[in-house]
T-cell receptor, first 115, second 114 residues
Protein backbone atom coordinates (compact mmCIF):
# COMPACT_ATOMS: atom_id res chain seq x y z
CA UNK A 1 0.00 0.00 0.00
CA UNK A 2 1.23 3.49 -0.89
CA UNK A 3 1.85 5.54 2.26
CA UNK A 4 1.13 8.97 0.75
CA UNK A 5 -0.82 9.04 -2.48
CA UNK A 6 -1.77 11.91 -4.75
CA UNK A 7 -4.20 12.18 -7.64
CA UNK A 8 -3.85 13.00 -10.40
CA UNK A 9 -0.20 12.38 -11.27
CA UNK A 10 -0.38 14.69 -14.26
CA UNK A 11 -2.67 17.66 -14.79
CA UNK A 12 -2.71 19.74 -17.97
CA UNK A 13 -5.14 22.63 -18.12
CA UNK A 14 -5.77 26.05 -19.57
CA UNK A 15 -5.14 29.38 -17.90
CA UNK A 16 -8.10 30.59 -15.90
CA UNK A 17 -9.41 27.14 -15.06
CA UNK A 18 -9.99 25.80 -11.53
CA UNK A 19 -8.45 22.47 -10.55
CA UNK A 20 -8.00 20.28 -7.49
CA UNK A 21 -5.30 17.86 -6.36
CA UNK A 22 -6.11 15.21 -3.78
CA UNK A 23 -3.81 13.71 -1.18
CA UNK A 24 -4.30 10.84 1.21
CA UNK A 25 -1.98 9.26 3.77
CA UNK A 26 -2.50 5.90 5.46
CA UNK A 27 0.30 6.31 8.01
CA UNK A 28 -1.90 7.63 10.80
CA UNK A 29 0.10 10.87 10.86
CA UNK A 30 -1.21 14.05 12.43
CA UNK A 31 0.38 16.59 10.10
CA UNK A 32 0.14 17.02 6.34
CA UNK A 33 1.82 19.49 4.00
CA UNK A 34 1.72 20.86 0.48
CA UNK A 35 4.96 21.79 -1.25
CA UNK A 36 5.60 23.39 -4.64
CA UNK A 37 8.69 22.36 -6.61
CA UNK A 38 9.59 24.64 -9.48
CA UNK A 39 11.44 23.82 -12.67
CA UNK A 40 14.79 24.36 -10.92
CA UNK A 41 13.84 21.78 -8.28
CA UNK A 42 13.45 24.42 -5.57
CA UNK A 43 11.06 23.07 -2.94
CA UNK A 44 8.91 25.53 -1.05
CA UNK A 45 6.37 24.79 1.64
CA UNK A 46 2.91 26.19 0.98
CA UNK A 47 0.64 24.91 3.74
CA UNK A 48 0.60 22.58 6.69
CA UNK A 49 -2.32 21.12 8.61
CA UNK A 50 -2.24 19.41 11.99
CA UNK A 51 -5.33 17.37 12.85
CA UNK A 52 -7.37 19.28 10.26
CA UNK A 53 -6.21 22.67 11.58
CA UNK A 54 -4.15 25.03 9.44
CA UNK A 55 -0.82 25.73 11.16
CA UNK A 56 1.40 26.97 8.35
CA UNK A 57 0.27 29.26 5.59
CA UNK A 58 3.20 30.68 3.69
CA UNK A 59 2.88 33.64 1.36
CA UNK A 60 0.74 31.81 -1.15
CA UNK A 61 -1.84 33.60 -3.36
CA UNK A 62 -5.35 33.18 -2.03
CA UNK A 63 -6.23 31.44 -5.29
CA UNK A 64 -4.79 28.40 -3.52
CA UNK A 65 -7.10 26.93 -0.90
CA UNK A 66 -6.25 23.80 1.05
CA UNK A 67 -8.97 21.70 2.61
CA UNK A 68 -8.59 18.94 5.15
CA UNK A 69 -11.81 16.94 5.61
CA UNK A 70 -10.05 14.64 8.07
CA UNK A 71 -6.49 14.15 9.23
CA UNK A 72 -5.79 11.54 6.54
CA UNK A 73 -6.67 13.86 3.66
CA UNK A 74 -5.40 17.22 2.50
CA UNK A 75 -6.65 18.52 -0.81
CA UNK A 76 -5.47 21.54 -2.74
CA UNK A 77 -7.83 23.61 -4.83
CA UNK A 78 -6.48 26.20 -7.22
CA UNK A 79 -8.68 28.90 -8.76
CA UNK A 80 -7.99 30.93 -11.89
CA UNK A 81 -4.84 29.05 -12.82
CA UNK A 82 -1.89 31.07 -14.14
CA UNK A 83 1.14 30.09 -16.19
CA UNK A 84 3.36 30.55 -13.13
CA UNK A 85 1.43 27.85 -11.29
CA UNK A 86 3.05 25.24 -13.50
CA UNK A 87 5.16 23.08 -11.17
CA UNK A 88 5.23 19.77 -9.39
CA UNK A 89 3.14 19.77 -6.23
CA UNK A 90 4.06 17.38 -3.45
CA UNK A 91 1.95 16.30 -0.55
CA UNK A 92 3.75 15.06 2.57
CA UNK A 93 2.91 13.92 6.07
CA UNK A 94 4.67 13.57 9.41
CA UNK A 95 3.77 12.17 12.79
CA UNK A 96 4.01 15.26 14.95
CA UNK A 97 3.72 18.98 14.49
CA UNK A 98 5.27 20.56 11.44
CA UNK A 99 9.03 20.67 11.61
CA UNK A 100 10.74 19.21 14.62
CA UNK A 101 12.58 15.94 14.30
CA UNK A 102 9.85 14.01 12.55
CA UNK A 103 10.53 12.55 9.14
CA UNK A 104 8.32 13.79 6.35
CA UNK A 105 6.89 11.20 3.99
CA UNK A 106 6.29 12.51 0.49
CA UNK A 107 3.79 11.54 -2.14
CA UNK A 108 4.86 10.90 -5.76
CA UNK A 109 3.95 14.42 -6.87
CA UNK A 110 1.44 15.98 -9.26
CA UNK A 111 2.90 17.66 -12.32
CA UNK A 112 0.68 20.62 -13.15
CA UNK A 113 1.07 22.24 -16.56
CA UNK A 114 -0.87 25.42 -17.29
CA UNK A 115 -1.15 26.30 -20.98
CA UNK B 1 14.68 32.03 11.27
CA UNK B 2 16.73 29.33 9.65
CA UNK B 3 18.25 28.78 6.24
CA UNK B 4 20.12 26.10 4.34
CA UNK B 5 22.82 26.48 1.72
CA UNK B 6 23.84 23.62 -0.51
CA UNK B 7 27.09 24.36 -2.28
CA UNK B 8 27.06 23.23 -5.87
CA UNK B 9 23.84 22.68 -7.79
CA UNK B 10 25.54 19.78 -9.61
CA UNK B 11 28.19 17.34 -8.41
CA UNK B 12 29.72 14.88 -10.84
CA UNK B 13 31.67 11.80 -9.73
CA UNK B 14 32.89 8.58 -11.27
CA UNK B 15 31.42 5.28 -10.19
CA UNK B 16 33.39 4.05 -7.18
CA UNK B 17 34.58 7.52 -6.19
CA UNK B 18 33.84 9.36 -2.97
CA UNK B 19 30.60 11.33 -2.85
CA UNK B 20 30.61 14.61 -0.90
CA UNK B 21 27.56 16.86 -0.93
CA UNK B 22 27.83 20.02 1.12
CA UNK B 23 25.22 21.58 3.36
CA UNK B 24 25.58 24.57 5.65
CA UNK B 25 22.80 25.87 7.82
CA UNK B 26 21.94 28.81 9.96
CA UNK B 27 19.52 28.58 12.84
CA UNK B 28 18.82 30.71 15.87
CA UNK B 29 18.01 27.59 17.91
CA UNK B 30 19.56 24.10 17.89
CA UNK B 31 18.43 22.52 14.66
CA UNK B 32 17.28 19.18 13.47
CA UNK B 33 18.91 18.39 10.12
CA UNK B 34 17.86 16.07 7.35
CA UNK B 35 19.04 14.76 4.01
CA UNK B 36 16.39 13.66 1.55
CA UNK B 37 16.89 12.05 -1.86
CA UNK B 38 14.65 12.46 -4.89
CA UNK B 39 14.98 9.95 -7.70
CA UNK B 40 13.70 11.02 -11.13
CA UNK B 41 9.94 11.48 -11.25
CA UNK B 42 9.50 10.48 -7.62
CA UNK B 43 8.83 12.13 -4.31
CA UNK B 44 11.48 12.77 -1.68
CA UNK B 45 12.52 10.08 0.77
CA UNK B 46 14.60 10.33 3.91
CA UNK B 47 18.27 9.33 3.74
CA UNK B 48 19.19 10.27 7.29
CA UNK B 49 18.59 12.83 10.02
CA UNK B 50 20.37 14.45 12.95
CA UNK B 51 18.30 14.88 16.10
CA UNK B 52 20.98 15.90 18.64
CA UNK B 53 22.09 12.38 19.53
CA UNK B 54 25.25 11.16 17.77
CA UNK B 55 26.94 13.75 15.58
CA UNK B 56 27.84 11.11 12.96
CA UNK B 57 24.64 9.84 11.45
CA UNK B 58 24.38 6.77 9.27
CA UNK B 59 21.61 6.47 6.74
CA UNK B 60 20.35 4.20 4.04
CA UNK B 61 22.31 3.08 0.97
CA UNK B 62 25.69 3.61 2.63
CA UNK B 63 25.33 7.36 3.15
CA UNK B 64 26.38 9.16 6.28
CA UNK B 65 26.60 12.77 7.47
CA UNK B 66 28.40 14.52 10.27
CA UNK B 67 26.93 17.40 12.25
CA UNK B 68 29.63 19.99 12.97
CA UNK B 69 28.26 22.77 15.11
CA UNK B 70 31.42 24.89 14.92
CA UNK B 71 31.21 24.87 11.13
CA UNK B 72 27.40 24.91 10.98
CA UNK B 73 27.66 22.08 8.49
CA UNK B 74 25.99 18.76 7.80
CA UNK B 75 27.80 17.37 4.77
CA UNK B 76 26.66 14.10 3.20
CA UNK B 77 29.21 11.48 2.19
CA UNK B 78 29.40 8.02 0.69
CA UNK B 79 32.73 6.22 0.24
CA UNK B 80 31.95 4.70 -3.14
CA UNK B 81 29.40 6.02 -5.62
CA UNK B 82 27.10 3.69 -7.48
CA UNK B 83 25.24 4.46 -10.68
CA UNK B 84 21.97 4.09 -8.77
CA UNK B 85 22.95 7.05 -6.53
CA UNK B 86 22.28 9.48 -9.36
CA UNK B 87 19.49 11.67 -8.01
CA UNK B 88 18.67 15.06 -6.50
CA UNK B 89 19.69 15.50 -2.87
CA UNK B 90 18.10 17.98 -0.50
CA UNK B 91 19.36 19.17 2.86
CA UNK B 92 16.67 20.44 5.22
CA UNK B 93 16.59 22.10 8.63
CA UNK B 94 13.87 22.28 11.25
CA UNK B 95 14.17 24.28 14.43
CA UNK B 96 13.91 22.44 17.72
CA UNK B 97 11.70 25.22 19.09
CA UNK B 98 9.70 28.23 18.03
CA UNK B 99 8.52 28.30 14.43
CA UNK B 100 8.05 24.84 13.05
CA UNK B 101 8.48 25.70 9.39
CA UNK B 102 10.96 23.28 7.79
CA UNK B 103 13.35 24.82 5.27
CA UNK B 104 14.86 22.95 2.34
CA UNK B 105 18.04 23.76 0.46
CA UNK B 106 17.93 24.24 -3.29
CA UNK B 107 19.13 20.72 -3.95
CA UNK B 108 22.26 19.18 -5.46
CA UNK B 109 22.05 16.97 -8.49
CA UNK B 110 24.46 14.03 -8.21
CA UNK B 111 25.70 12.74 -11.56
CA UNK B 112 27.55 9.42 -11.57
CA UNK B 113 29.72 8.53 -14.56
CA UNK B 114 30.56 4.91 -15.40
Amino acid sequence: DTAVSQTPKYLVTQMGNDKSIKCEQNLGHDTMYWYKQDSKKFLKIMFSYNNKELIINETVPNRFSPKSPDKAHLNLHINSLELGDSAVYFCASSQGLAGGQDTQYFGPGTRLTVL
Amino acid sequence: AQSVTQLGSHVSVSEGALVLLRCNYSSSVPPYLFWYVQYPNQGLQLLLKYTSAATLVKGINGFEAEFKKSETSFHLTKPSAHMSDAAEYFCAVSPSGGSYIPTFGRGTSLIVHP
